[in-house]
């Protein structure tokens, strides 16, 4: 006796087992009102490592989806209530949802009807009896292109960190989070101290290194539940998920520390680098306050002499 898991379930014991990002499986949901059927999907694509979740009503994938975040869907065609190029339609009315593949399985023959669903927002219609092979072939390679489109939209192309608008959501998502779940956040801002002298000693070329070297210094001493962003030029930002105060201006202090020891080369010579910090905890706002809060920080933190962190 099998009692399936809840979707939150399903991604804790995800999270758990696959750290790094890239490891992450695919994740498939399947939607068709044929149990069995969908079964069938299901044990094809978790035989390679993927993880599927499987919705029966189609009314309720809007909330399927919001939850398991889906990197494709598996549409059936004919189902009680709706037809899936419906469906199909009204999922791409999403602007969130303009990118994820939809791919059509089903006995559906007809090249017209194919070609309609293909037009009213399905990726690749496959007809029914399909190769197992065929579907994870097909299934692996939207996904792996997804992952790569997905990356140069939120990511910053010099140090691979969120880009502005993406850390902007991560920070918007996280004070939902906190407020339903009454948990802990923080947000830092750090600002490179006088980078313009950096460019202009050095040459913008090993600015950018700088930038570059700071990047990888806090992707590599933060933890995979921070998000970090690019904010803009040499500024970033940290959002700090069930964090304390205290616990955030520990770590950014260390992460300070360490930045400043190091020496950075150029043709005339090495030289360091500092930078200021301003760190707030959320308190209820919404998030614009909390930058505001975390940038007023900063500016205290540069006034004090730079090379130093405040709350
Ligand atoms: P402060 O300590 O007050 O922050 O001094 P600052 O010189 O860092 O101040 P400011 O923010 O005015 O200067 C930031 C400079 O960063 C200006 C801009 O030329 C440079 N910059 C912004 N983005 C980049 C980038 O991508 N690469 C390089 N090399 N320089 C950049
Ligand atoms: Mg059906
Ligand atoms: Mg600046
Ligand atoms: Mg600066």
Known sequence: FYV????????????????????????????????????????????????????????TILDAMELFEPEIIIMDMYMPGCTGTELASVIRQQVAYLRLPILFLSGEGNK????????????????????????????????????????????????GLFNHTHILDKLKQACRHAKEHNEDLCFAMVDIDLFKKVNDSYGHTVGDKVISTLSLFLKQRLRGSHSIGRYGGEEFAVVFPNTEEDEALFVMNEIREAFNQ??????????????????????????????????????????????????
């Not at 995800?14 to 939607?31: A, C, G, N, R």
């Not at 505001?292 to 900063?298: I, V």
């Open 112 to 159: 017209d009807i194919q070609l309609n669903a293909m037009k009213l927002g399905g990726d690749d219609f496959l007809t029914k009896p399909v190769a197992p092979k065929h579907l994870v072939s097909i299934v692996q390679t939207r996904c792996e292109r997804g992952r790569v489109l997905n990356d140069l939209i939120i990511r910053d192309s010099l140090t």
């Open 262 to 311: 190091l020496e950075h080369s150029s043709e005339q010579g090495e030289f360091k680098v500092s930078f200021s910090c301003g760190i707030c905890r959320f308190t209820g706002e919404n998030e614009e306050h909390i930058i505001e809060q975390a940038d007023e920080a900063l500016y205290k933190a540069k006034h004090r002499g730079r090379n130093n962190i405040q709350c």
């Open 4 to 59: 399936r898991p809840t979707v939150a379930q399903l991604l804790r014991s995800v999270e758990q087992f696959y750290s790094s990002p890239s490891l992450k499986p695919y994740k498939v949901l399947i939607m068709d009102d044929s149990h069995s059927q969908a079964l069938f999907c299901e044990h094809a694509l978790n035989r390679v490592g993927m993880v599927t979740y499987i919705v029966t009503e189609p009314l």
